[in-house]
């Protein structure tokens, strides 16, 4: 029989929709909770173990104590599977390195973790490559190519790896200085590799960083000609992270907070680095759009680094008012050729998928499959 270790981190993914961009460190996950930030990781834990519920009788489960995996194991009815650990109020990394030295010495066939870069890093550090490892997207700063595209397609992967469909491959785990990236500074760098079950269509890519070139700069100008010309008076335009939205406002003679999301209004910012309910409170009386721009090589506009636009805030805005800006070469660069969406939502995802307008200059447009 197959075995399966599964890990969450409870707190992974908590400082996004708050605007914290992370929840490294005890401070800021206390932040958090002040902020009104709730958990995120068990919704995204249980809609993982939702997908691996027809093959549940015959794999061997091992989770962690009570927040770290056995309650979500025990609301999709997981069973049998074993604990291994003790309850603890708050969790930390030296919980995550612990459950995974301890199911590598199980003899798990593959561990599946539910959290963020930090999380695998956790993992790296305590297994290495000793252990199949896959990633359930959850964290506010996914930047690894070890995680699964969303929790549904994660249930995919292993269940096709633990009947012997697919091949390990060594993918990186990437992680940032979260101090920086709170500063508006993306300090993320190589932390090494996890072996993690391979379908290309499934894993989502690294992030990629634009290169800052003339051409690409100039590119962006144009993209932003177009975004302006478009704009209507007296709606608020919520303007995602992103080199090419922080070329938007400096054409309208604007300052960007590179890594938060602004709010815009008659060519004037009238929000710096908004959190989800600051979001919520401004929409409630006035009209909206928002303009995002997918991440480098990944492809996601939405679920990945812009939490704070969370499912209630696209779902009160609407489809239809959604700009998406990426210059050609950031498109040519996907991994996939796809735009992908992962609000935690799987309904909402399911209808922002199809085909989406894309602005790639002035005058110039494409449309691209959001998946």
Known sequence: MKSLGFVVNPIAGMGGAVGLKGTDGQGVLEKAIKLGAVATAPERARQFLRGITPFKHSVRIYTCAEIMGQLECVDEEIVPFEVIGTAKERTGPEDTKKAALEMHRRGVDLLVFCGGDGTGRDIMDAIDMTVAVLGVPAGVKVHSSVFAINPMEAARIVLAFLRGELPTKEMEVMDIDEDEFREGRLSARLHGYLLTPFQESLIQGMKISSLQTESEI??????????????????????????????????????????????????????????????????????????????????????????QISSAVIRKIGKENIIVTATKNKLYALTQKRLLVDTGDSALDEQLRGYIRVITGYKEETMVKVE
């Open 218 to 307: 100039e590119a962006q100008r144009t993209i932003a000609k177009q975004v302006i010309e478009e704009m209507k008076e007296n709606y608020c335009y919520i303007v995602g992270p992103g080199t090419t939205n922080r070329t938007l406002l400096e054409a309208l003679g604007l300052r960007k907070t590179l890594l938060g999301v602004d709010v815009v209004k008659n060519r004037s910012v009238i929000a710096e680095d908004v959190n989800e309910r600051q979001l919520l409170q401004l929409i409630e009386k006035e009209d909206a759009k928002i303009v995002v721009t997918p991440i480098g090589g990944q492809g996601y506009i939405f679920g990945r680094g812009n939490q």
